[in-house]
C-alpha cells in the first residue's frame, strides 16, 4: 500500500532542506527521485546519497522557460515516466508591506508560485498517463497566517493552496491528486537567516510549537511518501500542517 517501488518522483528544490527530506522518504519507499536545484554540488550530493537510479538536473525555475526545458530533460530520461511531482522549489525575501519593490515581490511570487504553476502545467500529460498521478505542493504556515515581513511569501504561499485545490478538482477525473504540506518552523538554510534577522523567533517558536521544537527536514519524508501512495489514493485537495501542532495552538 505505501510501496513507491518503480515509480517516479521530480523534486524541485530537493537537493537540500525540506525537499532532500521529502526525496529521502520518497527513495526509501522505493521511488526512482530526480532531483532539480540551482547547485549543482548539492544536486550531486543528493543523488549519490539517494541512489536507486536518482539524478539530478541543475535549473533555476524563476526563469521562464526553465520548467518546460527540465521536464524534457527528466521525461527524456525515464522514458516518459512521471508519477508524482513535488513542487517545493521556494525563496523569501524578508520586507514590511511598504517596504516591499516590485522586483522583491516578482523574485518570490516567480519562484514559489509561478514556476510550479508552470512546472506541474508541463507535467500534466505524464501524470495523467501514469494512471496515479500524485501532486504535491509546498506551502507553508503562513499559508494560513501573516507575519508582518513575509507579505510576498505569505501571498505566494497561499496562492499554493488555492492552486492545489483548482488542480485535485481538474485533474480528479483523470486519476490524478494534488495535497499540499504546511510547513511549520524548520531547521533549514532560509530559516536561519530569518534567526538571524530576529533575534526572538527561537523563542516565540517554542513557545507556540506544542511539541517544543523546531521541525527538521526528516518529518518530511513520512508524509511525502504517503501522499504519493496508494494509501492516500483518495486524499485530494488537502492542505496538511506539519508544524508541531502551532497552527492549532492558541
Known sequence: MFDLTGRVA???GGNGGIGLGMARGLAAAGARVIVVGRNPDKNAAAVAELGQGAFALEADLSRSGEPAR??????????????ILVNNAGTNIRRLPQD???????????????????????AYPALKASGHGRV?????????????????Y???KGGIVQYTRSL????????ITANAILPGWIETDLTAGAKRDIPTLNDSVLARTPQKRWGRPGDFGGIAAFLASDAAAFITGTAIPVDGGMSVHG
Open 70 to 83: 527540465v521536464m524534457q530533460a527528466a521525461l527524456a530520461e525515464t522514458s516518459g515516466q512521471l508519477d
Open 136 to 152: 504535491l505542493c509546498i506551502g507553508s504556515m503562513m499559508s494560513i497566517f501573516g507575519l508582518p515581513l513575509s507579505p510576498a
Open 168 to 175: 485535485a478538482v481538474a485533474w480528479g477525473p483523470d486519476g
Open 100 to 122: 516591499v519593490t516590485d522586483e522583491d515581490w516578482a523574485a518570490v511570487i516567480d519562484i514559489n508560485l509561478t514556476s510550479a504553476m508552470r512546472l506541474t502545467r508541463e
Open 154 to 156: 505569505g501571498a505566494s
Open 10 to 12: 521530480l523534486v524541485t
